[in-house]
């Protein structure tokens, strides 16, 4: 089993900044691919970025690109992810999650393929 727990989440208002954290215990950290996802209210929980086990490859969707940045510290057992110039359409409850796969070299993009999934942090952005 895989715990993670999603940090630093809060109210911020359009252009602002926000910097996520997700810290993993319970198994080897880099054999897991990572993702955060967001669920906005009525909608379907849509992947927002996700990186490999190694860090060596990322994906984003074109609607944070040049704006978030996906990291992880394989030493720290955390994964991150920096948003910038945040938008009232980025309002969403994120949530990160662990793929068991230590031999991909790009990211699962289907969040239906992650095993592990954290309790998510509420982003809100005010316009």
């Known amino acids: 089993q895989l715990q993670l727990v999603e940090s630093g989440g809060g109210l911020v208002q359009a252009g602002g900044s926000l910097r996520l954290s997700c810290a993993a215990s319970?198994?080897?950290?880099?054999?897991?691919?990572m993702g955060w996802f967001r669920q906005a209210p009525g909608k379907e929980r849509a992947t927002v970025a996700t990186i490999t086990g190694t860090g060596s490859a990322s994906f984003y969707v074109d609607s944070v690109k040049g704006r978030f940045t996906i990291s992880r510290d394989n030493a720290k057992n955390t994964m991150y992810l920096q948003m910038n110039s945040l938008q009232p359409e980025d309002t969403a409850v994120y949530f990160c999650?662990?793929?068991?796969?230590?031999?991909?070299?790009?990211?699962?993009?289907?969040?239906?393929?992650?095993?592990?999934w954290g309790q998510g942090t509420q982003v809100t952005v005010s316009s």
């Open positions: 319970g198994r080897t950290f880099s054999d897991y691919g």
């Open positions: 999650a662990a793929d068991y796969a230590p031999w991909n070299n790009q990211p699962n993009n289907d969040p239906r393929k992650y095993d592990f």
